[in-house]
């Protein structure tokens, strides 16, 4: 017979049993509540990533967002060469021990003809603002220095340009010599912008620590559109207009992503100059 004190302990036991079960119950609800706010909140976010790196939170294509609807929308389709193969010919690689001495006749005018794979550009060169770098331009062509080189750099974002001039492609080639900066307060570089058309040399200079002046070699670039650059680079010539609707139309092809080596981004036309001719007149 169950005595009255073992009466009270069984019914403390079962009190005790179904507070544990209903602890129990409770932190289970719990658990299955935060998981399904974690997965509500991971959603979210996720979709948030996927709508940022598509573009479409981005300020410069609020306008394009309504047709940005899935964050795995396809690249865009490259563009088709616009360009002609390379004519046949092989480049050179010499190279000087210095600068070739200035004999060209600053009063005259002198053009330069670029033969591309792409149409002529045509240039007008500015022998009086820049001698040195005309001279040396002469003496280049005249040597078949830019004959069948590529033009191995195209930008299309902050500044617009074509480089051109290395023998070797990569952006580190040159002649062996170096020329004098020229012309840094041309009246055309207004606001530190080098306008359209305008065709200047490359150099090595480091604003950052004043390093690289006169360091100009063979490479030059084509300003295609209006760019801000400091007035570093000797602007030494124009491009005429028939040679900007050649520019335009390599700029519309678009560039190649950055090369991991020399982090060139390459235009995505065959650019080659065939044959460059300067001509006095």
């Known amino acids: 017979m169950v005595t009255q004190e073992q009466r009270k302990r069984q019914l403390a036991r079962e009190k005790f049993l179904r507070q544990q079960q209903r602890r129990t119950a409770a932190r289970r609800k ?10 509500v909140l991971g959603v979210i976010l996720v979709g948030s990533l996927a709508l940022y790196t598509s573009g479409v939170l981005k300020d410069d294509d ?98 617009y340009v074509l480089q051109c001039g290395d023998p070797t492609g990569s952006g580190s080639g040159g002649p062996g010599y170096t020329i004098p900066d020229e012309n840094l307060k041309d009246k055309s570089l207004k606001g530190n912008i080098y306008p359209a058309g305008t065709v200047a040399m490359a150099n090595q200079y480091n604003a950052q ?40 139309k390599i700029a519309a092809a678009g560039a190649q992503p950055a090369d991991p080596t020399t982090q060139n981004t390459a235009p995505n036309a065959t650019v080659v100059i065939n044959k460059a001719t300067v001509t006095k007149s």
């Open 30 to 39: 719990a658990r299955m509540r935060n998981s399904v706010i974690a997965s």
């Open 209 to 248: 620590t004043g390093q690289g002046k006169n360091s100009g070699g063979s490479q030059f670039f084509l300003v295609y559109q209006d760019s801000q650059l400091p007035p570093n680079y000797t602007p030494f010539g124009t491009v005429s207009a028939s040679g900007m609707k050649v520019l335009k």
């Open 62 to 159: 609020k306008a394009n967002a309504s047709s940005q609807t899935t964050p795995s929308a396809s690249p865009p389709s490259k563009a088709p060469d616009p360009c002609e193969k390379p004519a046949a010919g092989k480049v050179k690689t010499a190279t000087w021990k210095k600068e070739p001495a200035v004999t060209i006749d600053k009063s005259a005018k002198y053009t330069m003809k670029l033969a591309t794979t792409c149409g002529d550009i045509d240039l007008a060169l500015n022998a009086s603002a820049a001698p040195h770098t005309v001279n040396s331009f002469d003496f280049l062509a005249g040597k078949g220095y830019f004959d069948h080189t590529k033009c191995h750099r195209l930008t299309t974002e902050g500044i």
